[in-house]
């Protein structure tokens, strides 16, 4: 399993966009790369997936080099709604990966 | 999108008792759930792997006699806590995976959680 590395906390204001960035070096061929959002007491809700280069869908974008060592996830004009931990997955999909969850990124959006 | 539901959100109970919690997939058939524990400010962790009509693989570290899971059908996966002391208190989450899951690319569908007490 690729280990992933993030930013502990992140802050923002109200109608930025915020961009948070996550290492994995050892990923691998037939790996995905997929974020999750969590509030407090509730649990992880599926953001975003995507293999390489870009994917857009109607709350966020993933951008993922060539090299796939990284990928980041963007938030466009964020609120105060948006503060929550994000983390990033890194595994194997279709071989029934392990969702191993990092530290992830805790997002606080001021007003 | 697909659906996980727990119960109980929350349970308070006395040390030295069992406490069931329950996983449900409402409209997909979970071929593969997982379950995790979360202590304040901290992230999940991954307990074990449920797959239906086998047993489960626990993660190190974690007492398969303590944590006793079950996945009997394709829609619902259990975990038991047994002998409950203090420091089992944690938010308890599962998730799951279906045989054609969300858009077909592996999606993962999380439960709401459990709180458990313990006092």
């Known amino acids: 399993l690729a280990k992933t590395t993030q930013p502990i906390s992140m802050d923002s204001y109200e109608g930025q966009e915020v961009n948070i960035t996550c290492s994995h070096n050892?990923?691998?061929?037939?790996?995905?790369i997929t974020w999750y959002q969590q509030f407090p007491s509730q649990g992880p809700r599926f953001i975003i997936q995507?293999?390489?280069t870009k994917v857009t869908n109607e709350v966020a974008s993933l951008f993922i080099p060539a090299d796939r060592k990284s990928s980041t996830l963007s938030l466009p004009r964020v609120s105060l709604s948006d503060t929550a931990v994000y983390y990033c997955?890194?595994?194997?999909?279709?071989?029934?990966?392990?969702?191993?969850f990092g530290a992830g990124t805790r997002l606080f959006v001021k007003a | 999108g697909a659906v996980v539901s727990q119960h109980p959100s929350r349970v308070i109970c006395k040390s030295g008792t069992s406490v069931k919690i329950e996983c449900r997939s409402l409209?997909?058939?979970?071929?593969?759930m997982f379950w995790y524990r979360q202590f304040p400010k901290k992230s999940l962790m991954l307990m074990a792997t449920s797959n239906e009509g086998s047993k489960a693989t626990y993660e190190q570290g974690v007492e398969k006699d303590k944590f006793l899971i079950n996945h009997a059908s394709l829609t619902l996966s259990t975990l038991t806590v047994t002998s409950a002391h203090p420091e089992d208190s944690s938010f308890y989450i599962c998730?799951?995976?279906?045989?054609?899951?969300?858009?077909?690319?592996?999606?993962?569908?999380f439960g709401e959680g459990s709180r458990l007490t313990v006092l």
């Open positions: 997955l890194v595994g194997d999909i279709g071989g029934g990966f392990k969702t191993i």
């Open positions: 998730s799951a995976r279906g045989r054609h899951s969300g858009s077909g690319t592996g999606e993962l569908f």
């Open positions: 995507g293999y390489k």
């Open positions: 050892n990923i691998a061929t037939n790996d995905y």
């Open positions: 409209d997909f058939q979970a071929t593969t």
